[in-house]
């Protein structure tokens, strides 16, 4: 994904925020949203604003960015990520159904 298109996500998001009062630093998952912008399948607004990201693409994130294996992605999200509590708007991880 090219950085514009990043960019255009991100900018989304935030406006949909800002629609809905919401302090947009707290929805993204990790601290720059550029980093994992491509896994962003949309948001969410009931019952809490947050933001959805694709599992899969989450991964192949945290491949790119840190020259990790599949599993050491995963391991690394298994413990840092999917027990987290960052907050009442934190993102949302879904894996995608392939059938």
Known sequence: MRKKEKEKIIDCVREFCRENE???EYVFLGSNPEDFASAIL?????????????????????????????????????????GAFIGKHQPIIVRELIY
């Open 22 to 24: 919401v302090v947009d």
């Open 42 to 82: 949309g948001v969410i607004d009931r019952p809490i604003v947050a933001v959805v990201y694709s599992y899969e693409k989450v991964i192949r994130c945290f491949m790119k960015l840190n020259n990790w294996s599949i599993e050491d992605a995963e391991e690394w999200y298994d413990y840092n990520v999917d």
